[in-house]
């Protein structure tokens, strides 16, 4: 038993790499389909956007990059879709700097694909990348078109009718933030607190602790923390449209449902690590108390 | 059967290449580390140059220099910055830099106080006036602990006997919040595994064994 412990306690952590690999991969390979059960915060986001008006405008900011794609791209193409499907016109934009507008670029091209009558600069627009986010948002509030004079593909927003009559961010009814760090902090504290215009955040698992503190604080609409969140929209919005149910159940594509299967795999899988290595800790303590005595 | 095209091949690589760590520290893992440097750097530059120092400063001027001459100003500071290279009148730098600091604590000053102090501050004023299920399992629990821990950390006066207790409540309040932070985070990392798995098993070994 003590040649056991000992064992379990000096155990090549490649071994634990090797396991979480097997049970993040296994699942990829063969769904198992786990449901996904939704949270007030999901739901209050999603409510919200339901409750909008076709013609309405939403602001999605792409403020997150590469590293937490898994995260964010199905939270981001959730509420891209719900808007289309709902005919509320989208305004898109990126304050992360490191890829944040390829992702908006791929999102945007990825989603429009799926509703062909879509035209851009009437029904959306993609206005680019801006460094210097808290300083742009408060140009937002003022005038628009001095913060973004062009769109990502060069055209002067007075030439996009999307942008007639919108000059300031107090005319758009909600800001959707998809973000991975402290970009999202920045809509609630420059936007929300000093022009009033509601946000949602979509964050990534690390950074949603932080941003509870702003949801229960009334400064929020509702919040999408992590892929749990994201698959709960997806969820919803399955049940909310026939259509989408469809789509999320049939595309070989990456989902934030699909990968919550390899999520609670491996959350059981630690869970049984911390037990495990607790006890091992806990016996082989007594067992060298024991022989001390 | 379509194979996967180079630029997959060329990201499996580099997943593989970053991943080949978790075994050991290995020339791959070092050559995708530098890559991802180089390219993130440079890609930082040319976005910045195409997407801000174009559209908002060089086209205002070249269009229309009088309505827009007071962009000079801006453009200058930002190229003052870069006087730190020269020794001889580095000092200029600094001018630029104190304006970009003034202006940074401008905006976060009251972007601190109405966007988190105040709004939170005003939320944490909880009424426990009622004794129905709400009060006891959240408002008292959520008073408490925002008392203790605010306890925790007053650090002006000796704890005695009484405050080590409230500031051990403190604690308790701490290490649950940490114990939830920890939760999300793992959950964050697994997300990122996961993408990347995705993209090994359906994005190149799919296609390649012809289930693609």
Not at chain 1, 131 to 140: F, I, P, Q
Not at chain 1, 236 to 257: E, K
Not at chain 2, 190 to 197: D, M, N, T, Y
């Amino acid at each position: 038993m003590a040649g056991m412990l000992d064992k379990l306690l000096s155990l090549d952590r490649r071994w634990i790499f090797l396991l979480v690999l097997l049970c993040v991969g296994t699942p990829i390979v063969m769904p198992i389909g786990l449901p996904v059960t939704t949270t007030g915060s999901t739901r209050a986001a999603f409510d919200y956007i339901e409750s909008l008006k076709p013609g309405n405008y939403v602001w999605i900011s792409f403020d997150y990059g590469p590293s937490s794609a898994p995260e964010n791209d199905p939270m981001a193409e959730a509420f891209l879709r719900q808007c289309f499907a709902k005919k509320i016109r989208v305004i898109v934009c990126a304050f992360y700097p490191l890829g944040g507008l390829g992702l908006a670029t791929n999102s945007l091209a990825k989603v429009t694909a799926e509703y062909p009558n879509l035209r851009y600069g009437e029904d959306y627009v993609n206005l680019g990348y801006k460094d210097g986010a808290a300083a742009v948002m408060r140009r937002l509030g003022e005038d628009i078109a001095e913060a973004f004079p062009a769109d990502v593909r060069g055209t002067p927003l007075a030439q996009l009718p999307i942008m007639k009559g919108l000059r300031s961010i107090r005319q758009v009814q909600l800001v959707c933030s998809v973000a991975t760090g402290v970009i999202g902090e920045y809509w609630i504290t420059q936007v929300h607190s000093q022009i009033g215009t509601p946000i949602i955040i979509g964050p990534t698992a690390v950074a949603a602790p932080k941003y509870y503190a702003y949801l229960n604080a009334g400064q929020l609409v509702g919040m999408l923390g992590g892929m749990k969140g994201a698959a709960e929209y997806e969820k919803l919005l399955a049940a909310r449209y026939p259509d989408m149910a469809h789509f999320y159940q049939s595309t070989r594509g990456f989902t934030a449902t699909k990968g919550m299967d390899g999520q609670t795999v491996i959350h059981a899988v630690i869970i049984l690590f911390i037990l495990v290595g607790n006890v091992a800790y806990i016996m082989s303590r007594r067992a060298a108390q024991k022989k001390g005595a | 059967m379509q194979l996967p095209g180079l630029e997959t091949w060329i990201a499996a690589f580099l997943t593989l290449a970053c991943m080949s760590f978790l075994y050991k520290d290995n020339p791959f893992f070092r050559f995708a580390e530098s890559l991802f440097a180089g390219i993130s750097l440079g890609y930082f530059i040319g976005i910045t140059l195409n997407q801000t120092l174009v559209p908002n400063l060089i086209q205002p001027l070249h269009r229309d220099f009088a309505q827009n001459w007071d962009l000079l100003v801006p453009g200058l500071l930002g190229v003052l910055l870069y006087m730190r290279y020269v020794p001889k009148i580095g000092w200029i730098s600094r001018y630029a830099l104190s304006i970009y600091v003034a202006y940074y604590i401008g905006l976060d000053f009251t972007r601190r106080i109405h966007g988190e102090v105040l709004p939170q501050l005003a939320r944490a004023i909880v009424p426990l006036t009622r004794f129905d299920s709400h009060t006891i399992f959240y408002s008292l629990i959520f008073s408490l602990g925002v008392f203790s821990v605010l306890i925790y950390f007053f650090f002006s006066k000796e704890q005695d006997a009484v405050t080590r207790r409230i500031a051990r409540l403190g604690i308790w309040f701490l290490m649950i919040s940490f114990g939830a932070a920890f939760g999300f985070t793992v959950m964050g990392r697994v997300a990122l595994l996961i993408g990347r798995l995705n993209f090994l098993i359906l994005d190149w070994i799919y296609p390649m064994v012809g289930l693609g």
